[in-house]
Nanobody, 125 residues
Framework: QVQLVESGGGLVQAGGSLRLSCAAS????????MGWFRQAPGKEREFVAA????????AYADSVKGRFTISRDNAKNTVFLQANSLKPEDTAVYYC??????????????????WGQGTQVTVSS
């Protein structure tokens, strides 16, 4: 099993940036597809970005494309989400997730087996 711990969330003004980190232990992140999801109050958990461990491909939700970047540091066994040009609608708890390694990136939460505890991102207008 892999254990995931997120960090890097916080309060930021609109237009600002944050870098979220997901530190893994137990297994290496290169063995998984790694994803970021988010959940705002009263809303369902939604896909943000993911990285295929099989192909190296990435995928992004339309709402964050061009603003967010997912990356992986194998030496640190950590996955990052660089979030730029943040908007108030980006406010949510952000979760890191690990799932079976496929070439095709899956965007549903059910495709991921391991989850972190989440980190709060709040963007003020």
């Amino acid at each position: 099993q892999v254990q995931l711990v997120e960090s890097g969330g916080g309060l930021v003004q609109a237009g600002g940036s944050l870098r979220l980190s997901c530190a893994a232990s137990g297994r290496t992140v290169s063995m998984y597809n790694m994803g970021w999801f988010r959940q705002a109050p009263g809303k369902e958990r939604e896909f943000v970005a993911a990285f295929s461990g099989a192909s190296g491909n990435t995928a992004y939700a339309d709402s964050v494309k061009g603003r967010f970047t997912i990356s992986r540091d194998n030496a640190k066994n950590t996955v990052f989400l660089q979030a730029n040009s943040l908007k108030p609608e980006d406010t949510a708890v952000y979760y890191c997730a690990a799932g079976n390694m496929y070439v095709v990136i899956r965007r549903t939460a059910s495709a991921y087996d391991y989850w972190g505890q989440g980190t709060q991102v709040t963007v003020s207008s």
